[in-house]
């Protein structure tokens, strides 16, 4: 069994009445696999997670793009259900239940999504 450590912080002086001064870390157990990828995107959906192939997991998600206009668009099907956009330089990371296959698109040229799944 690994440990993974995520960390968020959040920082501001003036998005709010008073500061901003947030910070939440956690200690998840990895107990499957985990890998670390990255795949070329275009305007086609492509899946990058098949929810056979993972168990639960948490799923990092980076855009590493530096083009302001190579968005990726992640879905759960091939069908156009968004759950979220990554402009360039964007990330996420989040929990995933793995009943749903993830796909990704971009709304123009080719930028690359890197992604981490660690199965928990």
Do not use: C, H
Not at 9 to 31: A, F, G, P, R
Not at 77 to 90: I, K, N, P, Q, V
Not at 94 to 118: K, M, N, Q, S, Y
Request: aromatic share 10%; glycine share 4%.
């Amino acid at each position: 069994m690994a440990t993974l450590t995520p960390t968020l912080t959040l920082v501001s002086t003036d998005i709010l009445t008073d500061s901003l001064s947030l910070s939440v870390t956690d200690s998840l157990s990895i107990t499957g696999s985990a890998e670390l990828k990255r795949i070329v995107t275009s305007t086609s959906s492509t899946i990058f997670a098949a929810a056979s192939s993972y168990t639960k997991a948490y799923v990092y998600l980076k855009n590493i793009s530096s083009t302001a206009n190579e968005i990726i668009t992640v879905e759960q099907a091939d069908s156009g259900d968004e759950y979220f956009t990554l402009g360039a330089g964007e990330f996420a990371f989040f929990p995933w239940a793995a009943v749903v296959d993830l796909f990704a698109d971009a709304a123009t040229g080719t930028p690359t999504l890197e992604f981490g799944i660690f199965e928990a």
